[in-house]
């Protein structure tokens, strides 16, 4: 069977539930395979800061991001959009019980081999800093939609 690639016809949510299924069953067929494959659904310029996959593998595996392998549960938050951009908020609870709360920022690809796909730009925890200064339009989204 095919792994699952990048594809006009996915919609940001079909993005997000490939790459939670793929980190919930990491090791399933082989170790860290469902790293390599949330790693392919993560944009060029994601790659630019996460890349080579050797290093998206250990930040995966880092404290920040651990409960995301294996994890028991994942409530997913609507997706909200702008114009090409997508955000979606993720509660997980993981294998071992321990809760977290990601952002995933997406955007359509609009050049290049992903033409048209919608790719990972970054996973945030939601406590992360970062997340009002990297996509104000969308945190506002989030807090007019709460």
């Known amino acids: 069977m095919r792994d699952p690639a990048p594809e006009p016809y996915l919609g940001p949510d079909d993005v997000v539930e490939?790459?939670?299924?793929?980190?919930?069953?990491?090791d399933d067929p082989v170790v860290d395979h469902g790293?390599?494959?949330?790693?392919?659904?993560?944009s060029p310029e994601n790659h630019d800061v996460t890349g080579p996959l050797r290093r998206f593998r250990t930040i995966v595996k880092?404290?920040?991001?651990?409960?995301?392998?294996?994890?028991a549960r994942?409530?997913?938050?609507?997706v909200l959009l702008?114009?090409?951009?997508?955000?979606q908020?993720?509660?997980?609870?993981?294998?071992h019980g321990e809760?977290?709360?990601?952002?995933?920022?997406?955007?359509?690809?609009?050049?290049?081999?992903?033409?048209?796909?919608?790719?990972?730009?970054?996973v945030l925890r939601?406590?992360?800093?970062?997340?009002?200064r990297r996509d104000p339009a969308l945190t506002r989204a989030v807090v007019e939609q709460d």
């Not at 939601?126 to 009002?132: A, Q």
Request: glycine share 6%.
């Open 74 to 78: 994942a409530d997913r938050g609507p």
């Open 89 to 95: 908020r993720v509660a997980i609870t993981g294998a």
């Open 18 to 26: 490939i790459m939670l299924r793929a980190l919930q069953h990491n």
């Open 35 to 42: 790293i390599a494959v949330t790693f392919a659904f993560t």
């Open 82 to 87: 702008v114009a090409e951009h997508a955000r």
């Open 126 to 132: 939601e406590t992360d800093p970062l997340l009002e």
């Open 99 to 122: 809760h977290a709360v990601y952002v995933f920022l997406l955007s359509r690809q609009e050049s290049g081999a992903y033409k048209g796909c919608w790719m990972a730009d970054g």
């Open 62 to 71: 880092s404290s920040a991001y651990r409960p995301m392998i294996d994890h």
